[in-house]
């Protein structure tokens, strides 16, 4: 009915967070590689692929219809700060009604085989068989925004931009899920040819990351933020105008999750002006704040955080951006 339209498109509202929410899975499910191969930019086709734990036979019913979730034991875990990824049960299954076809290729580790599962519209199996996989889990959604003619129609307008939010997600994870190799491939509509679109080894500090992703002369123009309660790199500052315009390599996180910190950057821009005058810094910001400190359930996306006593937060930010950046220290 009605509530299952407002619903849909809250946690899946383009390819970015379509792929994003495939990521997550894959890491709550344990999983040191993660594949991302997308056909179109995205909009032909998303597939995740996974080594994690896989899905049990038990739950082959369950994972596509709304609201089920294997993540949140009762309530007190929300209060708690659960540390998964996800916890509403809401991807799949708007994925399901959002896209043209789901399916997904899953085993565990009490599985002799894999099992294929094709589910509808409505979250239900439409199709099961045998299938050989390792342990893991693949999922593959096509023609995301088929059942809607305008948005589908936007996307493919547009999928240069749409494509362009999926990377920059994607670098996000691949800078803070460090656990896991994620590589990311596209074949163009053009081309026909798959194409690394990024690749980040497990196991790495972030300046590793940064490195894998931007290249290892930016990752050199940085230097490391510590303070009680974030870690992170910024650029340095060189106070003769050589600095870069860098400003869209900023990625700030909450305890390993990509969040939107409109303030934080703000306050790091403000303080970089005030003696550089020119473009923006970069800024790799991981927030490490006690659970009950943050709130991630406000919106859909989880992007938007509410976080307890933000402008402390902002003024031990610029203290740290003023040590680093004031000329003195040069
Ligand atoms: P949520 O992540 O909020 O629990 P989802 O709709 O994203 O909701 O996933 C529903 C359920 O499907 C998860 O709780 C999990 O049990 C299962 N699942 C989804 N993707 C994977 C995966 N890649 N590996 C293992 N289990 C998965
Ligand atoms: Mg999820």
Redesign the pocket.
Known sequence: GCVRKICSGQVIVDVATAIK??V???L??GATRVDVKLMGSGCDEIEVS?N????GPG?FEG??RRY????LRDFGDLERGVS??????????SLCELAGSVEVV?RDAGASAGTRLKYGRDGGIVAQSVAPRAVG?T?TARDLFKPLPVRRADLERNAKRHFAKAVRLLQAYALVARSARLRVTNVPRNTKRPSVVLQAQAGRAMTDAVAALFGARFAATLEPLEDAKFEGLASRATGDGVGRAEGDRQFFFVNGRPIDAPKLARAANDVWRHFEMKHKPAIFLDLRLAPGNVDVNCAPDKREVVIDNENGLVAALKDKLHALWAPTSR
Do not use: M, P
């Open positions: 929410e495939l997550e899975n894959a709550d499910a996974d994690g734990r896989g899905i739950d994972v596509a089920a979730t294997s993540k998964s990824f996800g916890f509403r049960g809401e991807a799949l299954a899953t889990t999922v």
